[in-house]
C-alpha cells in the first residue's frame, strides 16, 4: 500500500508531532506515491504541504479532520479546489457561532467524507465511507460494518514517528487537558500505530481484507486538488469594472497633485501618469483605491495618519493622501514599489494612533463585503521557559523544580531520571507551533469568499481570523493591508488638542516643511536632544544624530535607515559616518556606486540601493529585482532567495570583468539587508513624524511631555518623561483627587501625575473617582471623599502616602488616624440612623514629617521620587568631577562622574557581551557609557539608583562616551520612614529601576574584518 490518507502534521495542534516538511520526506523515504494532510479542525499546513509534495512528485490530498474536543466525528477530503472551499465555510460557520460540529456529515457536492468505526452510521452516502486503521480490521467481522463493507477503505492515521514521539505526542495531550500523565483521560490521545508503516507491513495489516485497500486508492484517484499559487487574491475591483476604476483612480490622482504641486508642475504629471499605467497593466486600481477608500473615512473623523513603507515612493499614493511624503524631493524609486515583474500587489503599511486603530478596523470590517474581510492569523510557538513548565507539570514536579527547568535548562537538572527525560522531550519541541493567533496588523480583504481558501476562526477581539500565516498568505495571492498602530501618533495628536487647550495655539501639524527647515528644531536634532520624539530618542539613535552633527531632513532620512540591523551588520554605519564626516577623504571605489548611491557616499543604505546595485554593478537581470525585493523586505522566510542569486550574481561579475575582491564584499554587504532595512521610503516616513515629534518638544515642550506620558509607549518608563517634562518648566505633583485623573493632567505649567501611574490602583476605581469629582464638585475633606466613593481601606491608605489629600492641609499621619477612626465609626453605626452625623474635629499630636519621607513614599508607590531628586537622598554630597557638559572637553581623560542610571542595552561582541548605559548628572543632562565584559565582571550593574562612574573619556566623531573601568552603586540614606537599624531600611531602595535592552544578533564585524575599500578599485 503507498497510499496514505489521513496524516496530521503537527499543525494538528497539540496532537500531531511531525513537522510537516519531514512528513513529506519521510512519505518520499517509504515510497509513497499519495498522500493526505488531514490536520484537525484547521487547513494551516495544506498550501506548505502542496508544494513539498510537488517537489517529491507525491501527490497531495487535502483535508480536514472534523472533531469535537477529543471526539474524532469524521475526515473531509477535498475532491478539488471547491472541496476545501465546502470544508471550510463548514468549519467557519461552527467556529465563529461557537457551536459544536454535528455527528453526521452534510452533504457535500465536492469533498468526500471518512467516518471511522466509533461513529460509523447506519448508512453512507454515495460521497461517504468508512475509514479503518490496521489496528481496527479485526471489528470487521460485526455485521454492522460487513454492510459497509463495500464502501470501507483503508484508512491508515499517520500522527508519530516512532515511540519517542509517542512519548511526546501523549505529553502535547496532557499539555491540552492540563493534566498529568498518568490521568490523561483514554481516547485523548492517539493509537501507539499511528505511524508511517513501511509498505509491507500495512498490507499485512489489511490482508484479510484486500480489497479495502484498492477501494483507498480509487478514493484517492477522484481527488485533484490543485492550487495556482501565481493568481493574485486581492478584491481586484472597487467600482465593479476595471474601466470605472481606472477612470476614479486617475481623477483622484489628477485632483491630488493639483492639490499638491499646483497647475504647472509637469515633472509631477509625468510620473502620475507612469505610474497610473504600471497599476492599470498590473491590476492593482483596486488596492489603491480601497487603501484611499479607508484613508477617506479616517479623514473624515478627523484621524492622523502615516502612510510609510515603499507605498511612498508612488506619486499617485502622494496625491491620494496614502502617504505624506513627496517622492519627487526624495528621488524615491517608483520601481521599488511597482514594477512590470512584480506578480504579487503592493503593500501599503499605514499607522494610526492606539486610541483610533479599532474604530477603523471596524470600518474595514463593515465597509466590505462579510466573509471577503478577515485577520492574517500568526502561528505562536513553544518557547523555551515555557516548553519546560508546562512538561514539569505534565510529570509532576514541584514548583521549585519547575522554577530551575524554566530559568536554568536541563544543565541544573543533575541525574534526576525525570527532570533529564523532561528535558529531552522540550528539546523535541522547540519550534513547534503550540497555537494559533491573531497577526498584529495584516487584514486581508478577498476577491473570493475567504473560506475558498481558510476555515475562520474567532480570537478574542471579536474579528474572524484565517488559519495561516502572513508568508502562506502571500505565497497564495495575498497581500495583506497592514492596519498599524502606535503611541507615538497619539502623542503626537493629543499634544496638538493640548497645546490648543492650554495655549489657545492651533498648530497644523501636516506642515512639514516648516518644521524641517525650522532651525531651533534641527539644532536640537543635531545635539540630539530628542527624547520623547519618534524613533530618534533612543540612546543609540541620539548618539548616531550627534555623530552625523544631523540637522536636515535628508541626513535624517539616511540616519533613520543606517541604524537598523543590515546596514549596521555590514559595517556600512560605521563607514556612511566617516564619509559624511570626511567627504574628501574616499573615493567612489566603482563608478557604479558613485552613479546610483552619490547621495549616500558610495553606501547601500536602503533596500532599492540593493536593487540598483545588484541590476547595475552585479548585471542582473530586471527579473531578479522582485526576487531580491522580497528577500530583503523580510517577507522571505529564509535566505533561500538571496543565497540562490548568489552564483548568478557572481557569474555575471564576472563577465563584466569586475574585481573578484570587490564583487565579495558588494555580495556580503547584499546578504546582510535581508529582512533587517527600509526601503528610503520608509525612512522618509519615519523622518516626518520625527520632525512632528520634534518640533512639537521644541516649542511646546511641557504639553509635548505630558502626552508622552499618557501615551506610555516610549523607549524609556515614565519617570524619564516626567524627568523632561521638568526640563521643560513644568512643575510636577504627586496625584491629587481634586486635580489628577486617570491619565497626567495639565494645568497652565502645574502637571498633576495621573492615578494610572499608582500602580496598586485600580483603573475602574480610579476612572469611578474622577466621574464622582467631576459630576458633584471637589472633595473638600478625606471624611468628604470617604462618604462620596467605595474605596478600600488599602488603596485609601495609598493615596494618603501619595499625598493626594494634601488639599486638606493635614499631615499624612493625621490623615490616616482619621481614616481609622472613620472606619471603626462606620462599622458601628446603627443601620436604622436616618440622620447622618455632623463632622467631628480631631486633633492629634504634631507629628513632623520632611520630603525624604515623602520622597520614599513616592518610591515605595510610583517607583520613583517626585519631592525631591535621586541624587538628594544620597549619603553623600559629592557630585562628581565633572558634568556632561564638561565631556568633549576632557577627551581621553579619566574622570569621575555621578549619575543616575536610565537604561542600559546588553550587545554581543566577540569578546563576550558588552552593556552601554545612559545616565543623568545632577544638572539633569543626559551622557552615555561603554562597559566591556572584562569590567563588568568586577564592576556589574546592580540595579536601578545612583552610581560612581570611573572611566576614560572617548569622542567618536563629536559624541562622547565615557568607557567605564569601574563603578559602584551608591547608598540612599536610610528610610527614616522606619529607621530600624535592619535591611528594611534600604528595602524601598530595590523599588528603583532602569530601562533594559537586549541585543539578540550574532556580533557586528569589527573594523578590520570590513573589506570595503576608500580607493577605487581596478
Known sequence: ????????????????????????????????????????????????????????????????????????????????????????????????????LPTIAPRFKNAFIVYPISNAPVSLEKNEYLGVNGYETTQLIKPIYQKLLRRTIAFQSVTIRNENEYELHKALRCIEHNTLLSQLPEGAYCHPSEIMDTTITLEQKFSRYSGIIRNAQKLADQCNFSFDFAVPRNKKLYTGSKSGDMQLLGQLAKDGILRRYGAN??????????????????????????????????????????????????????????????????????????NENRKSPPDFDIDWSWQERDEILDYIFKRFSPGHVAFCGTIVEFKHRSIMRELGKVYGL????????????????????????????????????????????????????????????????????????????????????????????????????????????????????????????NANLQVGNTLGCFYIESPA????????????????????????????????????????????????????????????YGIMVYQEDVIKIALHYGGLEPTYGDILRRAISGKSRSKKEIESLKYKFFESCKKLGHNDQLSLEVFRQIESFA?????????????????????????????????????????????????????????????????????????????????????????????????????????????????????????????????????????????????????????????????????QEYHFPIMVRNTVEDAFDEIEILGFPVSLSPFELLKTKYRGDIMNVQLLDNYKKTVRMLAYLVSTKQVPTKNGNMYFGTWIDNNGDYFDTAHFATSLIKYPFKGGGCYLLLGRVEVDFHFPTVVISKMEKMPFVPDPRYDTGTDRDYKVHERLREDKSTTHRAPYPQEHEIGLPRSKMK
Open 541 to 600: 539613535m541620539r548618539g548616531l544624530l550627534r555623530r552625523l552633527k544631523c540637522n536636515d531632513y535628508q541626513t535624517l532620512v539616511a540616519a533613520s535607515s543606517i541604524i537598523r540591523p543590515g546596514v549596521a551588520k555590514s559595517g556600512m554605519m560605521k563607514e556612511y559616518i566617516f564619509r559624511h564626516n570626511n567627504p574628501k577623504s574616499f573615493e567612489y571605489f566603482h563608478e557604479v556606486f558613485e552613479e546610483f548611491l552619490g547621495d549616500t
Open 265 to 338: 508642475n509637469k515633472h509631477a504629471k509625468i510620473r502620475m501618469e507612469k505610474e497610473l499605467k504600471v497599476i492599470g497593466e498590473l491590476n492593482f486600481t483596486g488596492y489603491f483605491l480601497i487603501t484611499w477608500d479607508i484613508i477617506r473615512y479616517s479623514q473624515s473623523r478627523g484621524f492622523m495618519h502615516v502612510g510609510r513603507g515603499s507605498g511612498a515612493n508612488s506619486i499617485v499614493s502622494y496625491a491620494l493622501g496614502i502617504t505624506d511624503i513627496c517622492p519627487l524631493e526624495l528621488d524615491l524609486y517608483f520601481e521599488r514599489f511597482l
Open 398 to 521: 514541584q514548583k521549585a523544580e519547575l522554577d530551575a527547568l524554566s530559568k536554568h535548562g536541563p544543565q541544573t537538572a543533575g541525574t534526576d531520571s525525570v527532570i533529564q527525560h523532561v528535558a529531552k522531550l522540550g528539546a523535541m519541541l522547540i519550534g513547534f507551533p503550540n497555537q494559533r493567533s491573531m497577526h498584529a496588523c495584516g487584514v486581508i480583504i478577498s476577491e473570493e469568499p475567504i473560506t475558498n481558501f481558510s476555515a475562520l476562526e474567532i480570537k478574542p477581539k471579536g474579528f474572524p481570523i484565517v488559519q495561516f500565516d502572513m508568508h502562506i498568505a502571500e505565497d497564495i495571492g495575498f497581500e495583506k493591508f497592514d492596519i498599524l498602530s502606535q503611541r507615538g501618533l497619539g502623542t503626537i495628536a493629543n499634544t496638538v488638542e493640548l497645546v490648543k487647550r492650554n495655549k489657545g495655539i492651533n498648530i497644523d501639524i501636516g506642515t512639514i516643511d516648516i518644521f524641517k527647515r525650522d532651525p531651533r528644531c
Open 675 to 839: 529582512g533587517y532595512s527600509f526601503c528610503k521610503a520608509h525612512s522618509a516616513s519615519y523622518a516626518v513624524e520625527s520632525y512632528q515629534s520634534l518640533y512639537l518638544k521644541t516649542y511646546h515642550g511641557i504639553e509635548f511631555m505630558v502626552c508622552a506620558i499618557n501615551n506610555g509607549g516610549g523607549f524609556y518608563r515614565a519617570e524619564i518623561y516626567i524627568h523632561e517634562a521638568k526640563r521643560s518648566g513644568g512643575k510636577v505633583h504627586v496625584p491629587c483627587v481634586n486635580k489628577s485623573g486617570l491619565q497626567t493632567i495639565l494645568i497652565g505649567t502645574d502637571i498633576y501625575l495621573g492615578f494610572n501611574l499608582i500602580k496598586s490602583m485600580d483603573e475602574k476605581l480610579a476612572v469611578l473617582l474622577v466621574e464622582e469629582r467631576n459630576s458633584n464638585g471637589d472633595y473638600i475633606s478625606l471624611e468628604d471623599f470617604l462618604a462620596r466613593t467605595a474605596i478600600g481601606g488599602e488603596t485609601l491608605q495609598t493615596l494618603i502616602f501619595i499625598g493626594a489629600f494634601r488639599f486638606t492641609g493635614k499631615p499624612k499621619s493625621d490623615l490616616i488616624i482619621i481614616a481609622k477612626l472613620l472606619e471603626s465609626r462606620e462599622v458601628s453605626k446603627s443601620p436604622t440612623l436616618l440622620i447622618e452625623e455632623p463632622l
Open 1 to 100: 500500500m503507498n497510499t496514505f490518507l489521513n496524516c496530521h502534521s503537527y499543525h494538528s495542534l497539540r496532537y500531531g508531532t511531525i513537522p510537516l516538511e519531514e512528513l513529506v520526506n519521510l512519505a518520499a523515504q517509504n515510497g509513497v506515491t499519495t498522500l493526505g494532510l488531514t490536520d484537525i479542525n484547521t487547513v494551516t499546513g495544506i498550501y506548505d504541504f502542496i508544494r513539498m509534495c510537488g517537489e517529491k512528485n507525491i501527490k497531495a490530498i487535502v483535508g480536514i479532520e472534523f472533531r469535537n474536543n477529543d471526539e474524532k466525528l469524521y475526515t473531509g477530503l477535498a475532491k478539488n479546489t471547491k472541496g476545501i472551499g465546502e470544508l471550510c465555510k463548514f468549519l467557519t460557520d461552527h467556529n465563529l457561532g461557537e457551536i459544536e
